[in-house]
Structures are given as C-alpha cells and as structure tokens.
C-alpha cells in the first residue's frame, strides 16, 4: 500500500498538481505544462536589434545531389553539390519602427544593401541557439495586415534571400 502511495504521489507531483491541506492546487510545473514554452526569436540585422518575431520560417539547406557514372561502373554515384539556402519569412506584430521598411528602400534605390542578420531563439530572456545569416537582403515586404476579429494583431512580414547560415553559437 505505502508503494502504491508512492507511485500515485510521484505521478501527481509529475504532473504538476500538488495536495495541500486536502484539496489539490497546481504548481508552477503543471502551469507551464499548460502554457508551453514561450519561445519567440530576436532579430538583429548588422548587430542592430530589428525586434523581436513570432514567426521565422524558412530557416533551411538543401544540398544538390550530383549524379555520374565512373568508367563502366553500372552504378550511378552521388556526390554533394552545391547548398543551396531557403529565403527566410520573418512575422511580427506591427510596431511603428521603420528599420525592416527603409531596408527594402534601400534596395529599391539600388543600393547594394546586403547585410548579416543573426536570428536567436528566445525561451525569455535566454537564447537557446542563434544563427547568422549572411549576404541577406530584404525580398518582399508587407504589411501591417490584420488577421482575425476585433482587437487582432496587426501582422508585418519580410521575406528575406540569403547566401549562407552558421550557427553562432
């Protein structure tokens, strides 16, 4: 009986609800079970902070493949080629700064404007792992749109093309 006790109260406490005074309440552990990580990215674009982004898609390689027949082998070999990096779709709630803006700008006057953007995984105020981004420049831009119903978020996006990514940390 005092094992089967043990086992429940190893559970209960694993799952984050706690018995106080007969009655049962949860705990930290059983909130931020519930809630999950908060994680959202922190931009910087030539180590100036852009804000921070809900959303960052396209974070990718891709390595082409090269196929060849060596002499009267009857086998295709492969080889890896050359990397080839996704564009990357930054999404955040629109805020009147005009740093990602003035960037397409730029590019739109002609200015070669390529820049290093680093993207950091944020749980709070601890990065988690970070990336730079190198020979970025600003592809597409749209925004403030609003998504969904009433007192929504405003959403601004930047599609950004880029020639190579290394973790930096």
């Given at each position: 009986?005092?094992?089967?006790?043990?086992?429940?109260?190893?559970?209960?406490?694993?799952?984050?609800?706690?018995?106080?005074?007969?009655?049962?309440?949860?705990?930290?552990?059983?909130?931020?079970?519930?809630?999950?990580?908060?994680?959202?990215?922190?931009?910087?674009?030539?180590?100036?902070?852009?804000?921070?982004?809900?959303?960052?898609?396209?974070?990718?390689?891709?390595?082409?493949?090269?196929?060849f027949v060596d002499g009267g082998d009857l086998r295709v070999r492969k080889r890896p080629g050359?990397?080839?990096?996704?564009?990357?779709?930054?999404?955040r709630g629109y805020i009147a700064n005009s740093q990602l803006f003035d960037w397409v700008k730029?590019?739109?006057?002609?200015?070669?404007?390529?820049?290093?953007?680093?993207?950091?995984?944020?749980?709070?105020?601890r990065v988690v792992e970070a990336w730079d981004c190198f020979e970025c420049f600003p592809k597409?831009?749209?925004?403030?749109?609003?998504?969904?119903?009433?007192?929504?978020?405003?959403?601004?996006?930047?599609?950004?093309?880029?020639?190579?990514?290394?973790?930096?940390?």
């Amino acid at each position: 009986m005092k094992k089967l006790l043990a086992v429940v109260a190893a559970l209960v406490i694993a799952a984050g609800v706690a018995l106080v005074f007969g009655r049962l309440e949860w705990t930290p552990l059983a909130v931020e079970a519930q809630r999950g990580p908060v994680y959202a990215f922190k931009v910087e674009i030539d180590g100036v902070t852009a804000g921070a982004f809900r959303s960052v898609d396209g974070l990718a390689a891709e390595i082409e493949v090269i196929e060849f027949v060596d002499g009267g082998d009857l086998r295709v070999r492969k080889r890896p080629g050359r990397v080839k990096y996704g564009d990357i779709t930054l999404k955040r709630g629109y805020i009147a700064n005009s740093q990602l803006f003035d960037w397409v700008k730029q590019i739109e006057r002609g200015e070669l404007a390529q820049k290093i953007m680093t993207i950091s995984l944020m749980d709070g105020e601890r990065v988690v792992e970070a990336w730079d981004c190198f020979e970025c420049f600003p592809k597409s831009w749209s925004g403030p749109s609003q998504v969904g119903e009433g007192a929504a978020l405003a959403i601004e996006k930047i599609e950004v093309a880029i020639e190579k990514v290394e973790r930096a940390r």
